[in-house]
């Protein structure tokens, strides 16, 4: 599996951007990027995936390096609710079955 | 977006006794499921992964005769902790594939405390 590095938390203001990065400078050229969240005693929430170009969806934007050796998570806004960890992860595409190994994520505190 | 759910969302079992945990995907069918545990300020450990009507693969360590994973349909693994002990207390989650085959869904998690 390709690896993916993040640091183990980060402190962010409420209605601030916040700037999730995520090194992964293993990555294959057809591994995409996954970004999942959890909050507390729920099961990872989908957030955002790409491959090479940047991508936006209603949660956040994804920004990936030109060499995609690494990438970051951009949430516009942060909200209370924001407060999760946050899993940057290549899926293993191992055979016809790509699976989702979790590392230790970012934790996110979001202050008011 | 898609959803898969769990039930029950929590469950309490005495040692010894089995205990069957349901993950569906409610409105898309799911070619492969996966089933991971999560203790406490832990990261998901990945336990198995379960394709429709064919043997789940489970991950090194896991044992398969505890642990056992049914995937009948497109729409439903189940995965039953067998002779349950305290230490199999934990939170289990399950996801779903998508056709295509680029994301993947998560349950809501089921919380298992065995007594």
């Known amino acids: 599996d390709a690896k993916t590095t993040q640091p183990n938390s980060m402190e962010s203001n409420e209605e601030e951007p916040v700037h999730l990065p995520c090194n992964h400078s293993t990555i294959s050229g057809t591994d995409y990027i996954h970004w999942y969240r959890q909050l507390p005693s729920q099961g990872p929430e989908y957030v955002i995936h790409?491959?090479?170009s940047n991508v936006n969806n209603r949660m956040a934007s994804l920004a990936i390096a030109e060499d995609r050796k690494s990438s970051t998570l951009i949430l516009h806004r942060a909200t209370l609710r924001d407060a999760a960890v946050y899993y940057c992860i290549l899926p293993n595409y191992g055979g016809a079955t790509n699976k989702l190994i979790f590392g230790t994520g970012t934790l996110l505190a979001v202050q008011p | 977006g898609a959803v898969v759910s769990q039930h029950p969302s929590w469950v309490i079992c005495k040692s010894g006794t089995s205990v069957k945990i349901e993950c569906r995907s409610l409105d898309f069918q799911a070619t492969t499921m996966f089933w991971y545990r999560q203790f406490p300020k832990q990261s998901l450990m990945l336990m198995a992964t379960s394709n429709e009507g064919s043997k789940a693969t489970y991950e090194q360590g896991v044992e398969k005769d505890k642990f056992l994973i049914n995937h009948a349909s497109l729409t439903l693994s189940t995965l039953t902790v067998t002779s349950a002990h305290p230490e199999d207390s934990s939170f289990y989650i399950c996801?779903?594939?998508?056709?295509?085959?680029?994301?993947?869904?998560f349950g809501e998690g089921s919380w298992l405390t065995v007594v």
């Open positions: 996801s779903a594939r998508t056709a295509s085959g680029n994301t993947i869904y």
């Open positions: 790409g491959l090479t």
